[in-house]
């Protein structure tokens, strides 16, 4: 990683780089400093933008064209700096400005160049804030935020308006929000912080459900732009820098857009690793997915088995990772477990001596002939009575688990319908399910959703072992969590 910062030049002595002239002072890129040491010894802000399709000669380096955006971003974030009601104005005023932006800060020779982009996660975690720049036609919208509680009402089409932004459906953004420490959204002078951004978000998005009629679970099918929006600032507001699960960095780029698809695997290793890190261009796509998964393992996270994608070969069947390839999520929902502080929230695992394969955290459930009582209640409690429009009390359980299905389906879910009863839930396996298998049902007390956890089906047909992941809808009891034996760590 080569690490350099746009930094005001002395006014003492003249400089020997190429510089730029922006609000009326001259500014310089850095010799390249220390790694490790220099990051932290020089504070810093990051600037986020998109760079659209524009391109203009970049100043600092003269063989690598830069986006037409990258000017005017640098210099709407040295303006807020300077002003004086600004809420970054108070990161100038303890040290000399100094800047990161990606098209003047990377490096062009290719070795130092893929490290440095590898390494855009670990510059943003160490930046001071983040400064993401809001195209001007988001000012209205912005300043109506400002108003805090007192949120005067809701602009449907502002609102709208941000629901197809570029940089919200952008794959790179998702780490560059995570992983900051503070955040500011800064559209035409205007600037809010990351938490009142979040809070203000959330409150005019309500209002929009209440106005239209929408559950959440609609509004999210609805808006999924504004929904993965609110959930990386949620992401951003709840967990540590690269202690948020596999599954929940998965679920973020269902809705993000990137034409080369190597793309979702580096923005999504650089949200789970910790420090600096190589793009590795010669590696496929099923390369960098396994290469995502050795990472998480690394890190006791095995939340990844919870995706779509289908299982690996085994001699003994299918096996419990999945295939590599792009790994989407079951569905689109804001996960969370128990982690202890300073702990990755997901699903952790163990190898034993004897080389054996255990999942830790999970809640043990037998398949039942019929739903259960408690599972009945809680389904009728956690539908959106509009979903129970026509459905009587003594409605069999196919009624029932058609509902739900209906309502998995607004958090895209696109997995079998054929539901296995449980005494607290239904089970919704990712494929069918022979009926004659033997069934091991394990709920993730690591991976819980506010309407139940992802599950795992160890199913046996004759010699023939395979796993399924599935997702869970129902009462979930964690005191009841244990670990458990899956298999051999030859069949994983």
Known sequence: MEFRLVVESSTDTPSTRPTIQLEEKRWELTDALPSQAGIDAIPFICVSYIWGSGRVPNPFHDAEPMSDNTMPALQAAIRSCAAPSSPVAQLSSTSRLAFWIDALCVPIAPGPRLATLGSMGYIYARARSVIIIMPPRHRALLSTMQSGTQLPGIDADA??????????????????????????????????????????????????????????????????????????????????YTQRSALRVLCQYKYRFNQEPKNYFYAAIGAVVAGPWTWRLDLSVEQLADEFMDVCRLKNDYSFIYCSAPRRRTSQGRGLFPQPGLLQPMLIWHSWGDAAEGAIDGQRGRVDDAQSFWLEN???????TRLGGPGRQFLIRWLDPRHLLGLDDDAGDAELAARVLEALGRMAYAGSDRYIPTSQ?????????????????????????????????????????DFVPGVFVGQLDCKQAHDVLICSTAVL
């Open 159 to 240: 609102l709208l308006g941000l629901e197809d932004d570029e940089w919200i459906r952008s794959v790179w953004t998702y780490q560059e929000v995570v992983n900051s420490q503070e955040l500011h959204f800064l559209c035409d002078g205007v600037c809010l912080d990351g938490a009142s951004f979040f809070s203000a978000l959330g409150h005019l998005m309500q209002l929009y459900t209440i106005a239209h009629g929408l559950s959440d679970r609609e509004m999210a099918h609805a808006l999924p732009g504004l929904d993965t929006l609110l959930e990386v600032l949620a992401d951003w507001y709840t967990a540590g």
């Open 362 to 368: 999970m809640v043990t459930m037998t398949p039942t």
């Open 425 to 465: 839930g239904l089970l919704y396996p990712q494929t069918p399910v022979a009926s004659h298998a033997q069934i091991d049902i394990y709920i993730a007390a690591g991976v819980r959703w506010t309407f139940g956890a992802a599950a795992l089906l160890r199913i046996k047909v004759g010699d023939d072992v």
